[in-house]
C-alpha cells in the first residue's frame, strides 16, 4: 500500500495525470487552477514529457487535438472562463472521435466572475460544451482523492470511447490540502489504429477530421455516435447512495457540495429525521438509476449545488411528477453550510408531518 502524501487537489490532479500515462500538457494559466499547470511544468521535463504554455486556451486545446490525433494521452487544464474558449476545439474533438482529458476547476460566473468556487459549469459541461450534437464523459469528484482514482479512468474510457472526458471539479477542490494515495496505476494504452503516428510504408495514411461536406455522410457518423453514446448511458454511470434505503428525504448533490450535505445529512438523522444523499460521480452519463431507484421510496427531493440549480432539471427528468423536488443553493462563490442545508431539510420534514 503506497504510503499518503498531503497534496493540494491541482497538483494531485496533475501526479495522477502523469501515472496514468500522460506526457503531453497543453494549457494556460487561470485562477484557481494554475497550481496544475506550474506542477506539470516542474515535472513533464523531467520525466521526458512535454509541458507547453500555449499563448492562449485557444490554441492550447488545438494542441490537444493535435497530440490526440497521433495517438497519445493529452490533457489540459483551465477555469471556467478558460473553458468556454476550448469549447470550439472541444467539439472538434468530438466531431473527430479523439480521446483526451480535460480539467475544469470551476470558479464564480458569469464573465471573468470570481476566482472562488462554484459548480455553475454543469449546463456547460453536460449540454453544452460546444457547438454541434455530442456528449463528452463528465466525472465529478468530491474530495481530493476521488480526483486523484478518477483521472486514470477518465483516461481509460476516453480511449475505450474515443471521445474526450472532462473532470469537473471547482476551486475548494483544487485548493484544499487533503491526504493522497497516489497508486502506481498499470497504463491501459489500448492500440489505436486511426491515430496519425506515421505509416512506415505499411499502412495506408490515416486522416483525423471533423469535416463533412455531404450531409448524409455526417448524419450518419452522428447517428453512430449516438449508438455508442447509448451504450455509455447503459454501462457507465456512476455514484454513491448514503443512507437512502428508509429515507423520506433524499438530497441529490454532487462534488464540493456533496461534502456540506453530507454534514447536514449526518445532523439531520442525529435529531430523527430520515435523511439521505445520492452522489453522482458521472454527471454524463448521469446516473439516473441511482435517482430513479429511491423515487418510489422517499416522499421529496431536494437538490443542493452551488448554482442556481443546474442540476434540478435533470433530477425531476429522472422523477418525473412523482414526488416533488425542490432546491437550494448559493452561487457567486459562496459554498452553502451544513446548517443552512440542515434548516432546509428541517423546513421540507415539516412539511410531512
Same mark, same amino acid.
Given at each position: 500500500m503506497a504510503e499518503k502524501v498531503l497534496m493540494k487537489g491541482n497538483e494531485a490532479l496533475a501526479e495522477a495525470a502523469i501515472q496514468a500515462g500522460c506526457r503531453h500538457f497543453f494549457g494556460y494559466p487561470i485562477t484557481p487552477q494554475t497550481e496544475l499547470a506550474a506542477y506539470m511544468a516542474k515535472k513533464m521535463p523531467k520525466i521526458g514529457g512535454t509541458y507547453l504554455q500555449a499563448e492562449s486556451e485557444v490554441a492550447a486545446i488545438n494542441m490537444v487535438y493535435g497530440a490526440a490525433s497521433a495517438g497519445v494521452r493529452a490533457m489540459t487544464s483551465s477555469s471556467s472562463p478558460g473553458i468556454s474558449l476550448k469549447s470550439e476545439g472541444i467539439s472538434y474533438l468530438a466531431g473527430a472521435d479523439l480521446p483526451c482529458l480535460i480539467i475544469n476547476v470551476q470558479r464564480g460566473g458569469p464573465g471573468l466572475g470570481g476566482i472562488q468556487p462554484s459548480q455553475s459549469d454543469y449546463w456547460q459541461a453536460t449540454k453544452a460544451n460546444g457547438h454541434g450534437d455530442f456528449q463528452v464523459l463528465v466525472f465529478a469528484p468530491s474530495t481530493v482523492q476521488e480526483m486523484v482514482d478518477l483521472v486514470a479512468g477518465a483516461f481509460d474510457k476516453a480511449d475505450k470511447y474515443r471521445m474526450p472526458a472532462m473532470i469537473l471539479a471547482d476551486g475548494m477542490l483544487g485548493q484544499m490540502m487533503e491526504p493522497v494515495e497516489i497508486r502506481e496505476t498499470e497504463v491501459n494504452q489500448i492500440e489505436k489504429p486511426w491515430a496519425t503516428n506515421g505509416t512506415n510504408g505499411e499502412r495506408e495514411h490515416n486522416v483525423v477530421n471533423s469535416l463533412y461536406i455531404q450531409p448524409d455522410e455526417l448524419e450518419r457518423l452522428v447517428f453512430e455516435r449516438y449508438e455508442k453514446y447509448k451504450k455509455i448511458e447503459a454501462e457507465e454511470q456512476m455514484s454513491e447512495s448514503y443512507l437512502t434505503e428508509d429515507a423520506e428525504i433524499v438530497v441529490v448533490a454532487y462534488g464540493a457540495s456533496s461534502r456540506v450535505v453530507r454534514s447536514a445529512v449526518n445532523a439531520a438523522r442525529a435529531e430523527g429525521i430520515k435523511v439521505g444523499l445520492v452522489r453522482p460521480i458521472t454527471l454524463w452519463p448521469y446516473p439516473k438509476a441511482a435517482v430513479d431507484a429511491v423515487c418510489d421510496? &422517499? +416522499?421529496?427531493?431536494?437538490?443542493?449545488?452551488?448554482?442556481? /440549480?443546474?442540476? $434540478?432539471?435533470?433530477?425531476?427528468? $429522472?422523477?418525473?411528477?412523482?414526488? @416533488? $423536488?425542490?432546491?437550494?443553493?448559493?452561487? /457567486? /462563490? *459562496? *459554498? @452553502?453550510? @451544513? &446548517?443552512?442545508?440542515?434548516? +432546509? *431539510?428541517?423546513?421540507? &420534514? /415539516?412539511g410531512n408531518e
Open positions: 421510496t &422517499a +416522499k421529496k427531493l431536494l437538490v443542493v449545488e452551488m448554482s442556481m /440549480g443546474q442540476m $434540478v432539471e435533470d433530477v425531476r427528468l $429522472v422523477a418525473n411528477g412523482r414526488l @416533488p $423536488v425542490e432546491f437550494y443553493g448559493r452561487t /457567486g /462563490g *459562496i *459554498i @452553502p453550510t @451544513p &446548517a443552512e442545508v440542515l434548516a +432546509k *431539510i428541517k423546513e421540507m &420534514a /415539516g
